[in-house]
Every structure is written in structure tokens, then in C-alpha cells.
């Protein structure tokens, strides 16, 4: 049982390229979000995905795009990247218990530098 | 959800207990208090949640006021593993298709002294 999972650990791109981060759950979990970090900051929301074939904008959406692929996995995409998105991005999940949302995992984190 | 205020640093002795309070003096009759830690840039990690009883698991205890608008995450006997940041959040727990958007403030930095 791995848990959530991401892929890359680290990335480095220059300005306008696009790239994807992955990230699957293994816990058979309804909803997944996806978070960055900025130094010194706490984590903000960028999209999630209440369940399967659904995602809603979170706080900062602008710039991201991402796909709920299947219950498992939950990516979110990069069109052309900006040095702003230099940040640490997180993949969480969360499954349901007596009917309400469970608490939430977290992946380990992509560390993407925008040059 | 309503918003919290925690000290932004805390020191703590080597197998002491840690007191990280929390005030949430804003907080809805229908919102749980949680508590995650981030431990140098890792994903955060799940401590405990409550209600309005005091709760305990492994990791912790999670004592809230009578009133709701404060809580203290107690660590009792703290090691220099437990040196992280620490995120109280309050929020609803949604039902059935609903989410669980977690807003996080930037904590308190908890160093435990050897």
C-alpha cells in the first residue's frame, strides 16, 4: 500500500514549456486535490476532483489544467509554464467514512523550478 | 471555514510535552478542528481531529475549550522527530459527494531542543 504517489520528485523547466505531474492513490479514494506550496507559505488549492469525472477550480486555478483519468489518478498540466509557478506541488486524497469526507493524504511532493 | 491564529515559532525540550495552541474564535457549530504537521518540505501528515470532546490517538492528544474557540495539540513527550510545522485548520466535514478543501494558514514552527 503505497499511499499517494507523484511523479516527478523534481523538474526544471524553462519559461513556455508545458509538462505534466502525475499523481495516483492507492487507497481507493473518491476525491483528490491538487496544492502548491510557496517558501514560507502554507499550501493553496489549485484544482480538485470531487470524484470521478468531476474537478472544480480551487484558489489559484489560473495557468493549470487537469485531468481526473480514473478513480486511481489525478494530473495536472502546465500549458506553458511561468517562473511564478516555481513552487512545490502536492497531491492529496480522501475516501469517505459514515458518510462523511475522511481526512486527507498527501503525496510527497513535485519540486518544480521555472527558469 | 473559519480562520485560526497560531504562534508563528515554539521551541520545546527533548522529551518534554509540547503545547501548540490554536484560537479559532470564529469557529461554526458544524466545524471540526484537524491538526497536520510538515516535517521539512514532506507532504503534510495527519495528526488529529475533533469536534468539541478532547481526543487522543497515538500521535497525540486534542484538548478544546468548552466554548470551541481555542484548542491546544498536545505532543507528550516530544522527540527531535517532531520538529516540523504545525497547521491547525477548521473546517465543515462534507457529506457524501461533497470535499474536503483544507485552508492552510502558515502555522507554528515547532524546534524540539536536544
Known amino acids: 500500500n503505497a499511499g499517494v504517489t507523484q511523479t516527478p520528485k523534481f523538474q526544471v523547466l524553462k519559461t513556455g514549456q508545458s509538462m505534466t505531474l502525475q499523481c495516483a492513490q492507492d487507497?481507493?479514494?473518491?476525491?483528490m486535490y491538487w496544492y502548491r506550496q510557496d517558501p514560507g507559505m502554507g499550501l493553496r488549492l489549485i484544482y480538485y476532483?470531487?470524484?470521478?469525472?468531476?474537478?472544480d477550480k480551487g484558489e489559484v486555478p489560473n495557468g493549470y489544467n487537469v485531468s481526473r483519468l480514473n478513480k486511481r489518478e489525478f494530473s495536472l498540466r502546465l500549458e506553458s509554464a511561468a517562473p511564478s509557478q516555481t513552487s512545490v506541488y502536492f497531491c492529496?486524497?480522501?475516501?469517505?467514512?459514515?458518510?462523511?469526507?475522511?481526512?486527507?493524504?498527501f503525496g510527497p511532493g513535485t519540486r518544480l523550478t521555472v527558469l | 471555514d473559519a480562520k485560526t491564529t497560531q504562534p508563528p515559532s515554539m521551541d520545546c525540550a527533548e522529551g518534554r510535552a509540547a503545547n501548540l495552541p490554536c484560537n479559532h474564535s470564529t469557529i461554526s457549530g458544524n466545524e471540526y478542528v484537524y491538526w497536520y504537521r510538515q516535517i521539512h518540505s514532506q507532504g503534510p501528515q495527519y495528526i488529529i481531529h475533533?469536534?468539541?470532546n478532547n481526543e487522543t490517538n497515538e500521535m497525540a492528544s486534542l484538548i478544546i475549550t468548552e466554548d470551541r474557540k481555542s484548542s491546544t495539540l498536545i505532543l507528550p513527550h516530544a522527540t527531535l522527530r517532531d520538529t516540523a510545522v504545525y497547521y491547525c485548520?477548521?473546517?465543515?466535514?462534507?457529506?457524501?459527494?461533497?470535499?474536503?478543501?483544507?485552508?492552510f494558514g502558515t502555522g507554528t514552527r515547532l524546534t524540539i531542543i536536544p
Open positions: 485548520i477548521v473546517r465543515v466535514r462534507q457529506s457524501n459527494f461533497g470535499n474536503e478543501k483544507l485552508t
Open positions: 475533533g469536534l468539541k
Open positions: 487507497m481507493n479514494h473518491n476525491s
Open positions: 476532483s470531487a470524484s470521478e469525472g468531476t474537478t
Open positions: 492529496a486524497s480522501s475516501g469517505y467514512r459514515l458518510g462523511v469526507t475522511d481526512t486527507q493524504y
